[in-house]
């Protein structure tokens, strides 16, 4: 799941990540347009996730389900 938080980012945070949390969704995308930051959360437990990561500046991010696939935030914030 990816959020792309604009003006949502403290529901995306709260609200939205307790619920995919209790849904069992895998892996939570939360890109701030604001901080050109990406947030990502895995390993779902109850209403919260055990993992949080936060790529800034020249990461390259990954998604589990397609492997092949890999993105730079240059790219997400071009």
């Known amino acids: 799941m ?5 003006s949502s ?8 990540l307790r ?3 209790r849904a069992g969704i895998p892996e939570y995308w939360i890109v701030d347009c604001a901080a050109e930051t990406v947030e990502i959360y895995r390993d779902p437990d109850g209403l919260a996730y055990r993992e ?10 990954a998604l589990p389900a397609f492997p092949d696939i890999r993105l730079t935030l240059a790219e ?3």
Do not use: P
Request: charged share 25%; proline share 0%; net charge positive.
């Open 2 to 6: 990816i959020e792309v938080a604009d």
């Open 9 to 16: 980012l403290a529901y995306d945070r709260r609200t939205k």
């Open 19 to 21: 619920l995919y949390a």
């Open 52 to 61: 949080m990561t936060r790529a800034t500046g020249a990461a390259t991010l």
């Open 76 to 78: 997400i914030f071009a």
